[in-house]
């Protein structure tokens, strides 16, 4: 499975962004979105499971990023609005091609055998 993930770049707080992530290879069954900040580990960001369309997100991009996503694309977005400093990090795409996982486990970053290669999202102040 290859993945390709695109959107990043630099812009000020407050401002918007919109990743894309683009899977081709194998049928994926969720995808998610996992950001490194400086001197961080890797972060669940949000995720997204195709069967019953369930979403994710982690607390500190709620109400701010949404994931969203078209099945038959293999294409998962995530539209990142208020943009704080904090959220600097490299933002990686990942997939699982498992057809078992949960809902309560789409934030784990195990449960993903394919990632991309990150794009880099800078917030500045």
């Known amino acids: 499975v290859q993945l390709q993930a695109s959107g990043g770049g630099l812009v000020q707080a407050g401002t918007s962004l919109r990743l894309s992530c683009a899977a081709s290879?194998?049928?994926?069954?969720?995808m998610g979105w996992f950001r490194q900040g400086p001197g961080k580990e890797r972060e669940f960001v949000a995720g997204?499971?195709?069967?019953?369309?369930?979403?994710v997100h982690d607390d500190s991009v709620k109400g701010r990023f949404t994931i969203s996503g078209d099945k038959a694309k293999n294409t998962v977005y995530l539209q990142m609005n208020s943009l704080k400093p904090e959220d600097t990090a490299i933002y990686y795409c990942a997939g699982t091609t498992g057809s078992g996982i949960i809902v309560s486990s789409i934030r784990c970053a195990d449960q993903y055998d394919a990632w991309g290669q990150g794009t880099q999202v800078t917030v500045s102040s």
């Open positions: 997204i499971r195709w069967r019953g369309l369930n979403k």
């Open positions: 290879g194998r049928t994926l069954y969720a």
